[in-house]
């Protein structure tokens, strides 16, 4: 019995937080943000060069043959440096690809995913809520109607995207009749957008048994790596919180040597602790016991957007007024964590989940 | 307790519904307008117990009045009157602690919207121990020149005036050296560097003063009283950034939403989940719109509420950014929509007031601060003493 990572696995984390430190400090993420395409590329080249992508597809493919857990790793420290990157869209592709593909569509998709020359957009939002009547029909191989809240759809060369059956495709970024639109939200390190289709050509992922069943496979990897980077953000706006308070005085004495503060850094401290082997677990069941997963994924995603919410919220509050500008850029891992609490179903939305899976409902 | 509504009363609630019905058009969409204002306080609603003298409306303080008005105006939507730092917080300071002189020359032109203030409190070394402000002003001849800076000044870039603290007794006890000034914000010497905040808005300010010359006149209370006065402004402040009438509102709005969105077909009022959440909130809106009254009735006694009225800050704040964050969850995908945005729900209302609420939780008093006060001052515990080591 052991519940703790790998040598591997610290070593794997602590190269990519090593790497994104300077790569993506906050002038970067700021620029990227103001979209300065040059920043941008820099930084995915970066990240390309550490070869990533393929992190969770399996060695015949052309990946690492790494877990959930590796990606889920890998994802905390994109939260905790606010990347603007998507890493995590393309681990979702890989989990439904993986799930209902056939052998020519792994073999046609993963190795190009791992190489880095890929970049998946994921529009499954409607198995979680459809909001403003939204969804797709297929008929003859076309797909006609709305996906909202498509993860990358300014960027993505390719999208899966779920039908209102639950069945997934295969869409190709540039297909006729296919519009794509940007959403702009509060966080603007991330992209988030609408298709409208219009009969547009699309491949299915068929091999699953049962329909949606690889949807939500893809939405409890989705749910693990959101989970993970509400966690890296979280962590480290604690940090910055800590340290902001060593530094400022107020009443001749650093606001840290008041146990008003000290309380608001251990609350947000012990909330999140408990969140990071939660998360942990949640990632070691997609590979190590499958039919635990969506439940653990569901949990992992609640409740560290709950955690998430009252960090993001106090460790502004220990900054006092400058936590509430600019200056520091603090917001933006406030809004990183609050896009990630919204998507692929709320808190609320992921707990009725949870019930349902055991049972209950 | 009486809570009986008279004849007389009766009558005064069906001259507030004639009022919604024939200016309800005339009514601004979202935030109040100058225009607005003026029927409002026309009408005696807005500006209500300010004596016509200083512009206002000059009736008696009721409290079964004031809350006939607010009950309607949110029954209805419709804006209630400006609100601001100038009108919630100065008029009221003025009222209890101005000169007849000063009453006469500021209040009017600011309750019409006219003037707009901001409230150059706060410096870079200055924010919870507010007392140690170090912007100072010295005597020359009939005027103070001050020099030094403000940070977080909420809209020193359109205000008309500051309601400014300075040290102008640098050798007296850190409270006891402090002055309440008043000046334009178009005296040379002010310069005003605009921050932009979380929500994306340039809503604070920098303000360096650099010989800026004051009449002496321009002062409220005596030199060295400053500290005082800024506590009477303080503490409307707070009863302003905790209205329970405005958590109200946005309480309305809330519902007004749950009955018509929907999430995969459901309409969100038929979650038991989130009609669970919003039954909670609706009980803490109660209380404190309740608490609100009982309020209202010790100030027009003239009493002291102390605890009471201690809490307002903390518990108004938390409120409604509490509404903010409900409205965000209940929305979904839709609740991270931001400017511009198709789909984006009441043009990114919550979005906004989620974080600006969490300002207002910092601003005026942090949350910290407000507790201090209330175990310190409501509850007669003592100070937290000094650490051994800083
Ligand atoms: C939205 C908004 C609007 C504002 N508008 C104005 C304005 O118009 N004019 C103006 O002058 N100022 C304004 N301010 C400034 C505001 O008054 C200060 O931000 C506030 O008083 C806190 O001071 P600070 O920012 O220096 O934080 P600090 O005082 O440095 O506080 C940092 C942290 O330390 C904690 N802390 C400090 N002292 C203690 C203590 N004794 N015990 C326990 N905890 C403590 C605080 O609670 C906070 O968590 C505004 C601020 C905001 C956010």
Redesign the interface.
């Known amino acids: 019995m052991e519940f703790g990572l790998s040598e591997e696995q610290r070593l794997l984390q602590a190269s990519v937080s090593g790497f994104l430190e300077k790569a993506s400090e906050l002038d970067v993420v700021r620029k990227i943000a103001e979209g300065d395409q040059s920043a941008r590329d820099v930084l995915q080249e970066g990240i390309d060069s550490l070869g990533l992508a393929g992190v969770m597809i399996p060695e015949d493919f052309g990946g690492l043959g790494m877990t959930l857990l590796d990606a889920a790793l890998v994802e905390e420290m994109l939260g905790r440096y606010v990347t603007p990157q998507g890493f995590l869209s393309n681990q979702m592709a890989v989990a439904g690809l993986l799930a209902s593909g056939t052998q020519e569509q792994k073999e046609t998709w993963l190795p190009k995913i791992a190489e880095g020359s890929v970049q998946f957009g994921i529009g499954i939002?409607?198995q979680?809520?459809?909001?403003?009547g939204a969804g797709l029909d297929e008929k003859d191989g076309k797909l006609t109607g709305r996906a909202?809240?498509v993860t990358e759809a300014d960027k993505a060369s390719q999208f899966i995207v779920a039908d209102r059956s639950g069945r997934l495709h295969l869409v190709i970024g540039d297909a006729g009749g296919l519009s794509r639109?940007k959403?702009?939200?509060?966080?603007v390190t991330r992209s988030?957008g609408?298709l409208v289709f219009d009969s547009v050509a699309a491949e299915a992922l068929l091999t699953e048994n049962v329909a949606g069943a690889a949807a939500q496979k893809m939405l409890a990897v989705g749910r693990v790596l959101q989970a993970a980077d509400t966690l890296g953000a979280a962590q480290r706006m604690i940090e910055k919180a800590v340290a902001y308070s060593l530094e400022r005085?107020?009443?001749?004495?650093?606001?840290g040597?008041?146990?008003?503060?000290k309380h608001?850094c251990a609350e947000m401290a012990a909330e999140l602790e408990p969140c990071r082997s939660l998360m942990w677990f949640a990632a070691h069941a997609y590979d190590a016991e499958p039919d635990q997963v969506a439940l653990m994924a569901a949990h992992a995603k609640s409740h560290v957007a709950e955690v998430g919410?009252f960090v993001a919220?106090t460790a502004?509050?220990v900054h006092?007024?400058i936590?509430?500008?600019?200056?520091l850029g603090?917001?933006f891992w406030?809004?990183r964590i609050?896009?990630n609490?919204?998507?692929f179903?709320?808190?609320?939305?992921a707990?009725?989940d949870a019930a349902r899976l055991q049972g209950w409902v | 307790m009486d809570l009986s509504l008279t004849p007389e009363y009766e009558a005064f609630r069906q001259e507030v519904v004639r009022f919604i019905e024939d200016y309800r058009d005339q009514a601004p969409r979202g935030y109040p307008s100058k225009a607005w204002q003026k029927i409002l306080i026309e009408h005696g609603y807005a500006a209500r117990t300010i004596p016509r003298d200083y512009g206002g409306y000059g009736a008696e303080p009721d409290v079964l009045k004031s809350r006939i008005i607010a009950e309607e105006f949110t029954k209805a939507g419709l804006p209630g009157g400006l609100s601001n730092q100038g009108i919630s917080m100065f008029v009221p300071t003025l009222l209890e602690l101005g000169s007849e002189e000063q009453k006469k020359q500021w209040i009017e032109p600011t309750l019409k919207g006219d003037i707009v203030w901001c409230q150059g409190y706060s410096e870079p070394n200055s924010g919870s121990d507010l007392a140690s402000l170090q912007t100072k002003a010295v005597v020359d001849g009939d005027d103070f020149v001050i020099n030094g800076q403000k940070i977080w000044t909420s809209t020193a870039y359109e205000a008309d005036m500051m309601f400014c603290l300075v040290r102008t007794e640098p050798d007296a006890p850190k409270h006891k050296g402090i002055s309440y000034l008043l000046f334009s914000m178009d005296t040379p010497g002010i310069e005003v560097r605009p921050l932009k905040t979380m929500t994306g808005a340039a809503s604070f300010n920098e303000v360096f003063f650099t010989d800026v010359r004051v009449p002496t006149t321009q002062i409220v209370g005596q030199r060295g009283e400053g500290w005082f006065v800024a506590n009477a402004t303080l503490k409307y402040e707070r009863g302003m950034l905790g209205d329970p009438n405005q958590a109200g509102t946005r309480l309305n709005a809330i519902i007004k939403m749950m009955k018509e969105e929907t999430m995969g077909g459901e309409k969100l009022m038929d979650n038991p989940l989130y009609r669970d959440r919003l039954v909670k909130l609706q009980s803490r809106v109660l209380a404190m719109q309740y608490h609100g009254l009982r309020l209202v009735t010790h100030q027009i006694k003239g009493e002291d509420p102390g605890l009471a009225r201690l809490i307002v800050k903390l518990m108004g704040c938390e409120l409604n950014h509490d509404l903010a964050g409900f409205a965000i969850d209940i929305l979904g995908e839709l609740g991270v929509l931001y400017h511009g945005s198709s789909y984006l729900r009441d043009n990114g209302m919550w979005q906004h007031r989620y974080m600006f609420d969490l300002g207002l939780i910092i601003g005026g008093g942090t949350a910290q601060i407000q507790k201090n006060i209330i175990s310190e001052r409501g509850l007669g515990m003592p100070r937290e003493p000094k650490p051994a080591t800083v």
């Not at chain 1, 959403?183 to 966080?187: C, G, Q």
Request: hydrophobic share 35%; no cysteine.
């Open positions: 939002a409607e979680t809520g459809a909001r403003e909202l809240f639109k959403l702009s939200t509060i966080d988030v609408e005085k107020q009443f001749n004495r650093v606001i040597s008041f146990q008003a503060v608001m919410k919220r502004t509050e006092g007024g936590g509430f500008t600019d200056v603090l917001h406030f809004k609050g896009l609490r919204q998507m179903g709320s808190p609320e939305t707990r009725q």
